[in-house]
């Protein structure tokens, strides 16, 4: 038997060598980048013989910073980065005056208008964001048609390790929302979320809870809009909807279809910058919906007791947390401070967590790590 | 409450304004391409002032064509294509020397060597592949630790429209097997076997059936390999490890985790390319696991009498169905046809379907739309 299997491998190995031959064209030319390096320094390198100047476009914590690259006899262009912190990475190349992805990254940026690669820095020990070898949770992809939008549409749908839909165990749900410009994937693509709750659910860190991740446009025109000069009503329409697809659609589609905890104490929302602004929105308006809100880096109001008629310290007594994030180099940090003193004004209590960094993933993924272990307590 | 509202909404996209200001700078030079008309004709753009040349590499399903750009006074550089038949289409840039994907593009190929941009032109009515009103089945991403290879890896598991995981109906599982150089989201990404089935299975066409699209490689090592040069032994690890993980890894989870008929005549597996060497060797080496057998543009065997010693018209005939599809154009047919021929030999039946077409989605994407009515029948 073994014999016999031995043969037939080796026969088997002899005739995929076609399909070898066919795929030569394919990899001829595919060079390693970006290489990621045991003393967390990276190599990206570029074949473009006929460029002027090529750099990379690196997105850190800060922002993005640009490395010059050289050239060698080839026409390769490369550079060997300093060593980066652990953490996942997007870029792209600047060639002459073209912003391109890296032809050899496998990873990409989900977003309608900032294209890149990705790679990870892994750490030592592995970051909460990095998939290691503990129980992982699920991601769902669910489609449908939005009545309220009138669009065929996506959500992410996390279910925490061993979930069971047969078993009694319900769970409380975390409504996590994107960014302007992000795709329905951005959390789990650019925000690692699945990985991040399955490490801290590992270390008994954060309690076991579903991560919903809708779409978070009301008006899908906004993007075509923003692209062509930007539109009033289309930025008050798309925010309007969205709160309103994220009550009448995503969580009773949540709560017919999964085992969770219907009750607002079992409730959370949070996002980041769009998506912050609409985490205000729908937990300042709906504290008798969520129990826990969290805006992240977020858009604010210029009046908010106009936004809030309702809201008072009374109302949102019942808030059980209120975590207002912001990087200090984020371009929206003063609009969240002025936010924050109206708060204060109405002595409405929230939790302040000013980080380092700027509108950018690594300040989001960070956030996450930070406030999972708080929610559900 | 209607005057609150609009006043809250009027106040609040005041508000995301300042939001607006940070994102302008992201989108001040975006331009539109793929540009898809309702004549089926596609417009591409590329702003390179200081490029010599460009022109677009467009993916259908004969193989890829060139199609020259020309440059209008500002740099940018433009087509407009003849009308194309309804399907998904990939494509790059050729800029002078440097291939890259448009900057503008918002889907991507994921695949290890291949990077290009994604679009649709629609059919009108629309074509099997297009994500259509109707009732949509979900695709969940798992995750775990292969034991056999050591790494962590994902698949991806469709669920039909209606499937209920508390309910009593148990489903037929098709495993669909990707090419060498995909990822594991490939039939979902460019396959779109999800929308595929949710379509047929909404016309009555397609019985409703789970499709378990596991990550295939046995011997990921394999991809730096081919990428090196080649090597026998890595082929041979690669595939023959393959097989065992189906076998030992995925159809236990699956038929753990899920309602599905766990009988020889509600398994299919199906694959293209090494895929389809690979649905070839589980399913010939294992008719008592697998009643429906689908390889397309499917690598397959010099010496198949080594390969399958047990297998003859007896042990054959247990097969429902053995559907071997190969396009016209595809350079594996000939390997095909010679396969084949040894299966006719040992008076072992099969379906032959050779199409139009070379090695390309366009030719597998209808391949599975003729392929998943016929299953479980």
């Given at each position: 038997m073994l014999h016999m299997k031995t043969a037939a491998v080796r026969i088997v190995c002899r005739a995929i060598?076609?399909?070898?031959?066919?795929?030569?064209?394919?990899?001829?030319?595919t060079i390693q980048s970006p290489e990621v390096h045991s003393d967390r320094t990276v190599t990206f390198r570029l074949m473009a013989p006929l460029a002027q100047s090529v750099e990379v476009r690196l997105d850190d914590a800060s922002g993005t910073k640009a490395i010059t690259m050289a050239k060698d006899a080839t026409g390769l262009w490369s550079v060997t980065s300093k060593p980066l912190t652990a953490d996942v990475y997007s870029y792209s190349f600047k060639v002459d005056t073209l912003t391109v992805i890296d032809p050899n990254v496998h990873e990409f940026v989900p977003n309608h208008f900032e294209q890149g690669g990705l790679f990870t820095v892994p750490g030592s020990p592995a970051q909460p964001w990095e998939q290691t070898d503990v129980p992982h949770g699920e991601v769902h992809r669910r489609f449908y048609t939005s009545k309220i939008v009138g669009d065929q549409r996506d959500f992410y749908v996390y279910t925490p390790p061993g979930f069971n839909p047969k078993g009694k165990t319900k769970y409380p749900v975390l409504y996590l929302l994107h960014?302007?410009?992000?795709?329905?994937?951005?959390?789990?693509?650019?925000?690692?979320?699945?990985?991040?709750?399955?490490?801290?659910?590992?270390?008994?860190?954060?309690?076991?809870?579903?991560?919903?991740?809708?779409?978070?446009?009301?008006?899908?025109?906004?993007?075509?809009?923003?692209?062509?000069g930007g539109d009033a009503g289309q930025w008050q329409h798309n925010m309007d909807r969205f709160v309103e697809i994220l009550l009448a659609e995503a969580i009773p589609q949540i709560e017919q279809d999964y085992r969770v905890i219907r009750d607002r104490k079992s409730r959370a929302v949070a996002g980041l910058s769009m998506g912050g602004g609409e985490a205000f929105l729908a937990g300042l308006k709906h504290p008798d919906l969520f129990a826990w809100i969290a805006p992240m880096s977020a858009a604010t109001f210029d009046d908010p007791d106009k936004v809030f008629p309702a809201l008072d310290a009374k109302e949102a007594g019942q808030i059980k947390l209120l975590w207002i994030a912001c990087g200090k180099e984020d371009g929206l940090l003063k609009d969240n401070r002025k936010f924050k003193a109206w708060l204060t004004s109405k002595n409405i209590k929230f939790t302040e967590v000013e980080t380092d960094g700027a509108h950018t993933w690594q300040v989001w993924r960070s956030n996450l790590v930070e406030l999972a272990p708080l929610l559900f307590r």
């Open positions: 060598f076609s399909l070898s031959v066919l795929i030569t064209n394919l990899v001829a030319q960014g302007y410009s992000d795709m329905a994937d951005a959390w789990t693509m650019m925000g690692k979320a699945n990985f991040i709750l399955d490490n801290l659910i590992a270390q008994g860190k954060a309690k076991p809870m579903m991560v919903v991740m809708p779409l978070g446009y009301g008006a899908p025109k906004i993007l075509e809009t923003a692209w062509k």
